[in-house]
């Protein structure tokens, strides 16, 4: 029975990787580069799992809490989206998304940046 659940607990900690419930953002371009006001750009957003774009959203937040739908693509890579940006003048904007990962739980968050004049 001890040599069964050793066993069972050895395989757990083998299959971990493939039992994400939710994709979450692992990294994203906006740490690195400043977006740059009057100029369109793209935002890579890395997350921790297969994701689903055709079920997935994501909005520029303006001021005022005004939400507007962007275009995402799929990188590369898996587990990639890449968000167009339309030219923005210089203010405070978030990005909010509702991402599904492949296995169909939705991630919903949003991340706050400046663009600089």
Same mark, same amino acid.
């Given at each position: ?6 066993? $069972? !607990? ?8 493939? *039992? =994400?419930?939710?994709? *979450? #953002?692992?990294?994203?371009?906006? @740490?690195?580069?400043? *977006?740059? %006001?009057? @100029?369109? &750009?793209?935002?890579?957003? =890395?997350?921790? &799992?297969? !994701?689903?774009?055709? $079920?997935?959203? +994501?909005?520029? #937040? ?8 962007? &275009? +995402?693509? %799929? ?11 339309? %030219? ?12 599904? %990962?492949?296995?169909?739980? !939705?991630?919903?968050? *949003? !991340?706050?940046?400046? +663009?600089?004049?």
């Amino acid at each position: 029975m001890q040599r069964l659940l050793c066993r $069972l !607990i050895l395989l757990s900690c083998c299959y971990t990787g493939l *039992v =994400n419930a939710h994709a *979450v #953002v692992t990294d994203y371009s906006l @740490k690195l580069q400043t *977006v740059s %006001a009057g @100029k369109a &750009s793209q935002v890579k957003l =890395n997350f921790n &799992s297969n !994701i689903e774009l055709g $079920l997935s959203q +994501v909005f520029l #937040v303006r001021t005022g809490d005004v939400e507007e739908v962007l &275009s +995402v693509t %799929a990188g590369k890579e898996p587990g990639v989206a890449l968000i167009d940006m339309p %030219a923005l003048d210089a203010g405070v904007y978030a990005l909010h998304y509702k991402i599904f %990962a492949a296995d169909g739980h !939705i991630t919903e968050d *949003v !991340i706050h940046f400046t +663009v600089q004049p």
